[in-house]
């Protein structure tokens, strides 16, 4: 029975709801003309499309355009998300590579709890049985950036509490044009980026390659490298029919290749010398390293039947593979974490000495983990629209997707000592004895959305469902051969329903309203009986657009009946993915933006853009526990959630000609916990607020031909940015990168 709601959609294609949103108006010809040719592909792997139906969604939702993604030329999706109200988010690494993005309170751990996308697929690691995003594409290959939260979001899943995160790569042009682009900096970083496409009346292509790197701004004691090198490469190639044809339709096939050299550390800095030398890294690091790989391929197919109907089809097959060697834990006379040495030195006076490889240690000291890992995800997911009516406009949404993916552990611990002031191999681990299983998903998913439009009301009822099956294949350590004399599994099932309802009233030109309300949703472990995360979650805000002044409020109310924490490597874990109840939790906030063109009745040809956002996070646990995790510990009822800022504020001011354009932005965050509590902050146990300031400038000398300058903290400021995975972390110092791009 559980398969009969795959197997009825069937008929209109596999999938979820992240494929297109054609929207075209009943009163549109039947002929499509190139122009919306245009937005069908785009909108293919696009969840909202553009900012005009952004700002007349029931729910909350941002569209990032490609020019304000390149307004401050960032290349880490921490500093592009940082002016965005609703996002919670800390660096770990300083240049965004494994970002931990939260939505709205959710736990911002390894941007584990919300929907994370790439062209309208889901595209973490294991989106169902292991989510931690230990991948994240690269912010400069992306040509928009939609983030939807509240009622909005029910047509993307799994995870319905927070919301989703959709990044589109560059489109095919509609004629010859690309760019090339080379930027350097500051800790010998740069990118070089090379981008060529074309269309012709039933054929479009498009090449880009991405090569981005940095020498990094930490140094390793005794020397070594702290940097980093990734590359992107894509192609796309579509084919379409005639654009007057009964029936349009396109198919589109996407490669991606990635591949990344990582010199980065779980280790961090004790309070003490992070306050004298925050930027240095202990000997005991110098053998840490992130190898990755990442394939993709994706193939859209769309059928335009009519302006009113449409189906939207993706087929998509993501491969990971990765091993992030790096140090773990301390031997001598027990077994101790890095993340316990560094927060306590002084109860372990021996192990941190070990840490800084001042002198010979015995062989066997420290254990180096070989996190060595394959991930798989694919599936294949559709979605429907047919609209009709006139006075009352009524669009229905169909999606389905089925989707299976794993997550392969096959881990090992080397040990190693100082001899004569070199970190030296003493053992070699054996492979598999440290993890030896395979985590296993498979899910179908559905929704259905109707759209009503009244007058000036709009109303979006839906419902979506999960049906999940987790499985664990645990070989054991003594079984690298997987022959199964030990093996033990695990399983996990669960069908749920996840209902919402938004609502829109256009009062005027100027104001509407919205609202609604939906279940929040994210999927248990594979532990059996393990409950999932569920939540009630309610939404009000108001859009308005007033003599040039644009903006929006909203205030929401997240009630948890069950919030689950993880047992993550990434938070001083043990890194076993196992996930806990934490119980009933209140989250509410304040979401606040608001832009205005003080030049905007100037005849000049310039524009003073003036922009400022604002997000209030409240958090509380409303039960009491004792937790082992490091970032809970002994929760009691009152308490807020661990690395959630509850103050963030960013101002954005700009001058622009059509010829250059000076920017700045200035974003100040509160200080946070780094394990829950109440009442006055902890120093030991929380990270200080900070302001930092950003300025981008660029020059068009001619037609085609940009100089680009872009600073980050311009004003250098040194400040923490997490305490994990172990110990302080600084966030990036002063760069400063200088790039010019020819457009042809």
Known sequence: MRYFYFFLFIYLGFGSGVGAQVSLSAQDSVVIKSEQLKEVLLMGNAIIGNKFKSRNKTGSS???????????????????????????????????????ISLRGTSPERSAKINLMEDGVLIAPAPYSAPAAYYFPTMARMEALEIVKGSSQIQYGPNTTGGAINMITAVIPDKFSGNVSMARGNYHSGNHQVTLG???????????????????????????????????????????????????????????????????????????DFERTPYRRYKASAKDVMDALQQQIQLTHVAQFSPTLSITTNA????????????????????????????????????????????????????????????????????????????????????????????????????????????????????????????????????????????????????????????????????????????????????????????????NNMIQVFGGIHKGF???????????????????????????????????????????????????????????????????????????????????????????????????????????????????????IPYIPKNQVALGVGVEHNKWALNLNVRHRSGFRTRAGSGMMDPAYSVTANTLVDASAHYFVWPGLKLAANVINLFDEVYAASRTPAGLRPGHPFGLSCAVTYLF
């Open 316 to 507: 998509y097959l993501n491969k990971l593979q990765r091993n992030w060697y790096k140090l773990d834990d301390v031997t001598l006379a027990e077994k101790v974490g890095i993340s316990a040495v560094l927060m306590a030195p002084d109860q372990y006076p021996l192990a941190y000495q070990a840490l800084l490889g001042s002198q010979d240690t015995a062989p066997d000291v420290l254990g180096v983990k070989a996190n060595n890992r394959r991930y798989l995800s694919t599936g294949i997911q559709s979605v429907a629209r047919w609209t009709w009516g006139q006075n009352w406009r009524h669009t229905i949404e169909f999606g389905a997707r089925y989707h299976y993916d794993y997550e392969d552990r096959f881990q090992w611990v080397d040990r190693y000592g100082f001899e004569q002031n070199e970190l030296v191999k003493t053992t070699s681990g054996v492979r598999g004895s440290d993890a030896n299983r395979i985590n296993k998903a498979r899910a179908i998913a559905s929704h259905i959305l109707y759209t009503a439009k009244v007058g000036q009301w709009t109303f979006t009822p839906g419902v979506r469902m999960e049906d999940i099956t987790l499985e664990r294949l645990d070989y054991g350590s003594t079984d690298p051969q997987r022959e199964g004399t030990d093996r033990q599994t695990k399983a996990n099932q669960l069908l749920v329903w996840i209902p919402g309802m938004g609502a829109n009233y256009r009062l």
């Open 522 to 640: 994210s999927p248990p472990s594979i532990t059996p009986g393990q409950k999932a995360e569920k939540s009630i979650n309610y939404e009000l805000g108001t859009r308005f657009d007033h003599l040039g002044v644009q903006g929006e409020i909203v205030g929401y109310y997240n009630d948890y009946q069950n919030l689950l924490g993880s047992d993550l490597s990434a938070t001083g874990g043990t890194g076993s993915l196992d996930q806990f109840n934490a119980g009933a939790v209140m989250v509410s906030g304040l979401e606040f933006a608001v832009n205005y063109d003080v030049l905007q009745n100037n005849k000049q040809d310039y524009t003073l853009p003036i922009s400022l956002t604002y997000t209030l996070t409240d958090t509380e646990f409303m039960t009491s526990f004792d937790s082992s995790e490091a970032i809970y510990g002994v929760v009691n009822q009152g308490d807020e």
């Open 198 to 272: 074309d269309s012709g009346q039933n054929f479009g292509y498009l090449a880009n390659y991405l090569n981005y790197y940095s020498g990094g701004f930490k140094y390793l004691d005794g020397g070594g490298a702290t940097g980093f090198d990734r590359s992107d490469y894509m192609i796309k190639l579509r084919g379409q029919t005639d654009s007057d044809a009964a029936v349009y339709q396109s198919l589109t096939a996407k490669i991606h290749y990635f591949e990344e050299q990582a010199n980065e550390t779980y280790l961090g800095l004790t309070d003490h």
């Open 62 to 100: 941002i569209y990032l355009s490609k020019g304000e993604i390149q307004k401050y030329g960032f290349t880490d999706i921490n500093r592009t998300l940082q002016s965005i109200p609703g996002v919670n988010s800390y660096e770990e690494d300083g240049f965004g590579l494994r970002p931990n």
